[in-house]
């Protein structure tokens, strides 16, 4: 009798368990939670410190010409441009005039 209950309390639990990490996966928010999940796990030397500063970037731009691969990461709040090599080391910052997004929808 006893064997028989922990066996159903510990599948009970299981599939608790199962549960709450498949409803992570569904949906707009859990697939944007597994972008930025892959995305950090991916990253190495100074695109993951920027990461792990200022967090997820709005606008990632690839660009390839003169034979390099640059990537430009575009925070708007902050007013900064990060551009990175190939290897993730970071090339050049340039600074502008922070936009707050936000305000320009809210007026139209």
């Known amino acids: 009798m006893i064997k028989r209950l922990i066996l159903v309390l510990t599948l ?8 709450e990490a498949v409803t992570i996966g569904k949906g707009r928010r ?14 190495t030397n ?3 410190t920027i990461y792990q500063t200022h967090g ?5 731009l ?4 003169y034979g390099r691969v640059l990537e ?3 925070y708007y ?7 990175f090599d190939e290897d993730s ?12 997004r936000r305000e320009r929808f809210e007026r139209s």
């Open 12 to 19: 009970i639990s299981l599939l608790a368990a199962t549960s």
């Open 30 to 43: 859990g697939r944007s939670y597994l972008r930025h999940s892959l995305l950090e796990s991916k990253l």
């Open 46 to 48: 100074d695109k993951l």
């Open 56 to 60: 997820y970037p709005v606008h990632r």
């Open 62 to 65: 690839l660009v390839k010409g």
């Open 72 to 74: 430009h990461w575009t």
């Open 77 to 83: 709040e902050i007013g900064k441009e990060f551009i």
């Open 89 to 100: 080391n970071l090339v050049e910052t340039r600074n502008f005039w922070p936009e707050n």
